[in-house]
């Protein structure tokens, strides 16, 4: 057999074209290989996740509808809901309730000794309170009056300065038999009966009065209170 000789009678730009040409058409097929399998596992991972979340959610329709049947045949429901929001309340009452007890330790600091109560009505839905007494004199009245309106608070270390009781109104005065009847009508500041008060630390404190000791120049100098009463009785 007569051995052939072969010739490459391509230039050679014309083979690198053709590597070229090769090498594109290898790496398309494989990118478009690399999508279809993407696109399958996207596919698969759609399709799987559908049929788990199709399953929790019929699970949970499953457990909710036997849940609410259970609650349904529970004897007594409406009570019992009833009892647990009562019991949810209690400990936003307990810090909201008022410290009415403290009524105790104020009146004694700014009632004069001269000065007797027969009647202390406190509403602290309207922060007022009504006082109803007697006292040896015009004098005296006018002092309690104006040692209530005088009297400040302050909370812990804190400097005072705030009114305890902003508004004070002598609502009826009276004279007879060597006494004075009076009522007053007090505005308290809410900060006095209140169980959160705190200081400027954040500290839980009481209120603490401050009560002047020279109530006014009107109850010093003796000037009465009404026009045409005479003074001391």
Known sequence: ?????????????????????????????GVLLVSLISAAIFVLLLLTVYGIQKKQLSDADKSITSYSQQLANT????????????????????QNKHAVSRIFAYMPDITPSNVSLSNLSLDLAANTIQIDGTADS?????????????????????DGGQKAFPSVVLSSFGIGEG????????????????????????????????VPKQTSNRSALDDPLFTGQGGGQ
């Open 1 to 29: 057999m007569v051995p052939r000789a072969q010739f490459n009678l391509l230039p050679d730009i014309k083979q690198t074209g053709v590597k070229l040409e090769r090498s594109r058409r290898l790496l398309t097929s």
């Open 75 to 94: 004897e007594n429901l409406d009570r019992i809901l009833t009892v647990q929001n009562q019991l949810a309340t209690l400990s936003g009452l307990h």
């Open 138 to 158: 015009q004098k005296s009245v006018n002092t309690f009056v104006d040692t209530l309106k005088f009297t400040t608070y302050s909370l812990g270390s804190d």
């Open 179 to 210: 006494k004075a009847s009076f009522s007053v009508n007090v505005t308290f500041n809410p900060i006095l009966f209140s169980s959160n008060a705190v200081d400027s630390s954040g500290a839980n404190v009481t209120p603490k009065l401050s």
